[in-house]
Structure formats: C-alpha cells, structure tokens
C-alpha cells in the first residue's frame, strides 16, 4: 500500500488529501483548509482496511484536520 493508494481512495470518495507515509502508518491531511468529515474518513480507511492505535478498523483522529491510519498488519490487537 502507498500513498498514491490512499490518495487515490479519498479522492474517489470526493475527499482531496495529502499524504505521508511513516512506515507502519499513513498520517493523512485535507489540501484545502477544512475540517475532516471524521465519519467519511473513517469509512474510507475501513474500506482500505486501515487501523486504529488499538486494531480497530478506522482511522485515529488527532486534530479535525489530522487522521493517523496504521496499515494493515502492523497492529495486531491482543
């Protein structure tokens, strides 16, 4: 999975982002200067099968302008 992957995954679902890719995580934030719409995020990073901090599939939002998805496998909740 890259960050063309994702950019091109919220793009489709009419949300523009940039992305950084910080090996075991993307951090993902909106180009223009607007707040997430956190339910739409994280139903686009589910449909990736993006993560949680605790396994959970979704995205951990830091700011409404900032939202942190662990890629697949490398949370594994006990």
């Known amino acids: 999975m890259t960050s063309a992957t ?3 995954a919220f793009a489709a679902a009419g949300i ?3 992305v950084r890719d ?3 995580k993307f951090r993902i934030c909106p180009v223009a200067s607007v707040d997430f719409d956190q ?9 990736l099968g993006l993560t949680d901090v605790l396994g959970r599939p979704g995205a951990m939002f830091n700011t409404m302008r900032e939202a942190i998805c662990y890629k697949p496998g490398q949370i594994v909740r006990i």
């Open 6 to 8: 994702i950019k091109t």
């Open 16 to 18: 523009v982002v940039r």
């Open 22 to 24: 910080l090996k075991c």
């Open 39 to 47: 339910a739409a995020v994280a139903a686009v990073a589910k449909s």
